[in-house]
């Protein structure tokens, strides 16, 4: 009998069975009673947990969607915009900031390692930036930026807009846009939220917003807040058509979140991942993100000497498990493992045991036993 495959890659993550079961649900018109009654609730629940008095959007799209939400609505052609890179993500905000015609400055950290409050300090003292960007979590590392301490940094700096790229970390890591100096959150529906790939979802507060208005009118229109402003507020409200069945889908992830508590989900996304980091270093690997900086959503894990990228991933998907590779320098050198959304200790268990019968059959023959021994230890503290 074959293996049921886990899908523990950083996103899509498992979708639970009561997610599933919306996206099944027959599809009503947008302008159906009950569905804005749920849309208003989804808009409701993500300005609560997310700590903003400011907007919520749900849009279709993906996180790059998102990305581009973000900055189009606060900076014009021409602006100085700070762009910190810890990762393939971080550069993607790169490309992304010169086609739009913006003055990018760069600061990047070594992958594994971030950049730092005082460097990013530094760097704003230089000029006016109109908005800097910062990714939570980068996927391509696995390191997690000091989110609290870099808001801090920016509140001093009024005319700086603090945009921050939660796609890998929102609903696993801490992010209260008001209490941080967050200024706008952008994430996407398929990862630490639990939800199948499709959704744009972006916070904006009152900094944000205020600029949006002051730039009158912008030459983006699917992501235009303006546009999107008085639909969110009012879902009966046309301006394009909304993914029903994925807000549907969304809302049942926030009433996951809402019963298990946010606080709750961060302190369990901790404790899984350093039970799973701990497990794979005992299984011989090592992890590109350092020790202070480590990710709770994904550990990414260098194989050791002898172990080949291709024929490792796919020995451990026929054992049931799906990791993705390594991102540029990092490709065919290690695997990306999400342990982020609605998991629970049955695919913590399972993967591990996969990872070592992987290993087991690649010819490390003391392995069998080892991480699962570390992991349920740590599980157990
Ligand atoms: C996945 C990811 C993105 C891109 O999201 P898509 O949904 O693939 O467009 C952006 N930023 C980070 C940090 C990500 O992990």
């Not at 300090?121 to 609290?148: F, M, R």
């Not at 700086?160 to 790229?165: A, M, P, S």
């Amino acid at each position: 009998m074959k293996n049921k495959k886990l899908v523990m890659i950083p996103g899509p993550t498992p979708v639970t069975r009561s997610i599933q079961d919306q996206m099944g649900r027959e599809t009503v018109a947008f302008g159906d009673p009950d569905f804005i009654n749920d849309f208003k609730e989804v808009i409701k629940d993500l300005k609560e947990i997310f700590k903003t008095k400011g907007e919520a959007f749900v849009v279709a799209g993906s996180g790059t969607l998102a990305m581009e939400m973000g900055i189009a609505n606060v900076t014009k052609e021409g602006d100085n915009v700070l762009v910190v890179s810890n990762g393939f993500f971080g550069d993607r905000y790169v490309e992304l900031c010169e086609r739009r015609g913006l003055k990018v400055d760069v600061l990047s950290a070594e992958w594994g390692s971030v950049v730092t409050p005082e460097e990013i300090d530094n760097k704003l003292k230089e000029k006016v930036y109109k908005a800097i960007t910062v990714t939570h979590v980068d996927t391509s590392t696995g390191v997690c930026a000091p989110i609290a301490e870099i808001g801090e940094v920016v509140k001093k700096y009024e005319d700086t807009i603090f945009i921050v790229d939660g796609v890998c970390a929102t609903a696993a890591e801490p992010e209260y846009l008001d209490e941080m100096g967050i200024d706008v959150l952008i994430t996407g529906s398929q990862k630490a939220l639990g939800v199948p790939p499709g959704l744009a979802i972006v916070l904006a507060g009152e900094k944000a917003l205020g600029r949006r208005k002051s730039l009158g009118t912008i030459r983006d229109y699917y992501v235009d807040f303006e546009k999107w402003i008085p639909v969110m507020n009012d879902p009966s409200k046309y301006f394009a058509t909304p993914p029903v069945n994925m807000i549907w889908a969304l809302k049942e992830a926030l009433k996951i979140i809402k019963e298990e508590g946010v606080e709750n989900r961060y302190q369990r996304h901790k404790k899984v991942a350093r039970a799973m980091q701990a497990a794979l270093e005992e299984l011989g690997f090592k992890l590109l993100a350092k020790k202070e900086y480590r990710a709770v959503s994904l550990s990414n894990a260098l194989y050791m000497e002898g172990i080949e990228d291709a024929e490792f991933r796919k020995i451990l998907a026929e054992e049931g498990v799906v990791v993705a590779g390594g991102l540029g320098a990092y490709a065919g050198k290690m695997f990306r493992l999400g342990h982020m959304g609605n998991i629970d200790n049955h695919f913590l268990v399972s993967t591990i045991s996969a990872i070592e019968r992987t290993l087991y059959r690649l010819g490390k023959e003391d392995v069998l036993g080892r991480g699962l021994k570390v992991l349920l230890e740590e599980l157990a503290k």
